[in-house]
T-cell receptor, first 109, second 115 residues
Framework: LAKTTQPISMDSYEGQEVNITCSHN???????ITWYQQFPSQGPRFIIQ???TKVTNEVASLFIPADRKSSTLSLPRVSLSDTAVYYC??????????FGSGTQLTVLP | SQTIHQWPATLVQPVGSPLSLECTVE??????LYWYRQAAGRGLQLLFY??????ISSEVPQNLSASRPQDRQFILSSKKLLLSDSGFYLC??????????????FGSGTQLSVL
């Protein structure tokens, strides 16, 4: 069962690029890496998912090195509305879809 | 498009009372369904998941139970609530591919306070 480690909190300023790294040293061959965003009193929202190398969509990029023991979520030019908790989830089956404590990102004006 | 409905949004219950939280999904068939609980300031704890009608897997032993009477309906229950059952309960679904790249879609949650 892959376990993830993320920083508890990060601060950034509007317009900056933010990189949040997740460590998952015990990742298994069939595990995918998925990132979610959660605002207070709401359910998490899917951001991006990848298996290896780089994945990019309209809101973020995900960088995964060759050994897959870590991953980095990159948010370009953050705004105040990006203040939220970000979760890294590493799973290979339904029973492994358990979230860690996440990273509280605070975007400052 | 697919939607997930979860109710009620907030609930205040006395210790020892029963609980029933309901979740329904529209616009898809044979989804995987999940119940999570989130304590204040903490991550999400997977409580139950279901890959089909009547098929329930429990991840954490406790006084809660789950049932799936219909394909797109998932119910979380308790016969007697404890103070420690307080928290934010979230229902989620995924497309039921039963593969490693499941993407979860969450409901709006129920804030349960047991007093």
């Amino acid at each position: 069962l892959a376990k993830t480690t993320q920083p508890i909190s990060m601060d950034s300023y509007e317009g900056q690029e933010v990189n949040i790294t997740c460590s998952h040293n015990n990742i298994a061959t069939n595990d995918y890496i998925t990132w979610y965003q959660q605002f207070p009193s709401q359910g998490p929202r899917f951001i991006i998912q990848g298996y290896k190398t780089k994945v990019t969509n309209e809101v973020a990029s995900l960088f995964i090195p060759a050994d897959r023991k870590s991953s980095t979520l990159s948010l370009p030019r953050v705004s105040l509305s990006d203040t939220a908790v970000y979760y890294c989830l590493v799973a290979g089956s339904a029973r492994q879809l358990t979230f860690g404590s996440g990273t509280q990102l605070t975007v400052l004006p | 498009s697919q939607t997930i409905h979860q109710w009620p949004a907030t609930l205040v219950q006395p210790v020892g009372s029963p609980l029933s939280l309901e979740c329904t999904v529209e616009g898809t068939s044979n989804p995987n369904l999940y119940w999570y609980r989130q304590a204040a300031g903490r991550g999400l704890q997977l409580l139950f998941y279901s890959v089909g009608i009547g098929q329930i897997s429990s991840e954490v032993p406790q006084n809660l139970s789950a049932s799936r009477p219909q394909d797109r309906q998932f119910i979380l229950s308790s016969k007697k609530l404890l103070l420690s059952d307080s928290g934010f309960y979230l229902c989620a679904w995924s497309r039921g591919q039963r593969g490693p790249n499941e993407k979860l879609f969450f409901g709006s949650g129920t804030q349960l306070s047991v007093l």
